[in-house]
């Protein structure tokens, strides 16, 4: 079984640049889910997709965007970076066919806006 | 509105004693309530839920954690601590009207040093 995969595992961005992270689901799981942990604090929910499209979004803007793709692969986009924006940004996956199925964490990317 | 109080940053504990990490949570409704671990450098690991039912839920590495409707809390437990359950503590929580089945609340975290 394969688990959840991020890259890169770290990035060092200029503020109002724009940057991509990548995310591949655990086998067999078909959501996903993005979450920013800022330093000291807990993860705080981006959005989710499911089926290519988004079906949640937490408190963030619209520069914050996603993609999810047929494999159930994710990517996170943010453009116009901001200082605010460093973390660790998390992806999660999950298999929405098994109700309350807990999800699957990868090791995230470390994202530092300068 | 949803949220979760880890009310300790850091717990430390004697190894073989029994622990508790602390969690009080505000829904609208309903919860569903979960803790994670994470370890260094790592992403979050599930340890356990509560859904419904039995108010005791086991979960992963002998950790239990007791629901109480009337508290509005959810404290980890483990009767046995291990040095290896070092690590840092969340505690989660998501209003069963809140879109999105994935849209988790975390706490803040409490880091537990099992000491030897």
């Known amino acids: 079984e394969t688990g959840v995969t991020q890259s890169p595992t770290h990035l060092i961005k200029t503020r109002g640049q724009q940057v991509t992270l990548r995310c591949s689901s655990q086998?067999?799981?078909?959501?996903v889910s993005w979450y920013q942990q800022a330093l000291g604090q807990g993860p705080q929910f981006i959005f989710q997709y499911y089926r290519e499209e988004e079906n949640g979004r937490g408190n963030f803007p619209p520069r914050f965007s996603g993609l999810q793709f047929p494999n159930y692969s994710s990517e996170l986009n943010v453009n116009a970076l901001e200082l605010d924006d460093s973390a660790l940004y998390l992806c999660?996956?999950?298999?929405?066919?098994?109700?309350?199925?807990?999800?699957?964490f990868g090791n995230g990317t470390r994202l530092t806006v300068t | 509105a949803q949220s979760v109080a880890q009310p300790e940053d850091q717990v430390n504990v004697a190894e073989g004693n029994p622990l508790t990490v602390k969690c009080t949570y505000s829904?609208?409704?309903?919860?569903?309530l979960f803790w994670y671990v994470q370890y260094p450098n790592r992403g979050l690991q599930f340890l356990l839920k509560y859904i419904t039912g039995d108010n005791l839920v086991k979960g992963s590495y002998g950790f239990e954690a007791e629901f109480n409707k009337s508290q509005t809390s959810f404290h980890l437990k483990k009767p046995s601590a291990l040095v290896s359950d070092s690590a840092l503590y969340f505690c989660?929580?998501?209003?069963?009207?809140?879109?999105?089945?994935?849209?988790?609340?975390f706490g803040t975290g409490t880091r537990l040093t099992v000491i030897p």
């Open positions: 829904v609208s409704g309903n919860p569903y």
């Open positions: 999660a996956s999950s298999s929405r066919d098994t109700p309350f199925s807990p999800l699957h």
């Open positions: 086998s067999g799981h078909n959501t």
């Open positions: 989660a929580v998501r209003d069963r009207a809140a879109a999105g089945a994935n849209n988790l609340f």
